[in-house]
């Protein structure tokens, strides 16, 4: 736990116009860094195939079944 001494307080930070400037540029610095952000491309952009829940590939007279089981 940080004790109140120890920690600069956002007071201590607008004292001084260039530590108030320094402050504000690395608030707008962390939030275009988190704006920025983007997911990675994969690699592969191939679709998987298709697998059952114990991981048998399927094929489209599994998916013929079981579209005429919810009919």
Same mark, same amino acid.
């Given at each position: 736990?940080?004790?109140?001494?120890?920690?600069?307080?956002?007071?201590?930070?607008?004292?001084?116009?260039?530590?108030?400037?320094?402050? @504000?540029?690395?608030?707008?610095?962390?939030?275009?860094? +988190?704006? *920025? $952000?983007?997911?990675?491309?994969? /690699? %592969?952009?191939?679709? @998987?195939?298709?697998?059952?829940?114990?991981?048998?590939? +399927?094929? *489209? $007279?599994?998916?013929?079944?079981? /579209? %005429?089981?919810?009919?």
């Amino acid at each position: 736990m940080v004790r109140q001494g120890e920690a600069m307080r956002i007071t201590r930070v607008f004292r001084s116009r260039w530590n108030a400037l320094v402050w @504000a540029g690395g608030v707008l610095w962390f939030a275009y860094d +988190v704006a *920025n $952000a983007q997911p990675q491309q994969p /690699a %592969n952009t191939e679709a @998987a195939a298709a697998t059952d829940a114990a991981g048998s590939s +399927v094929d *489209n $007279a599994d998916l013929s079944v079981l /579209a %005429n089981a919810m009919r």
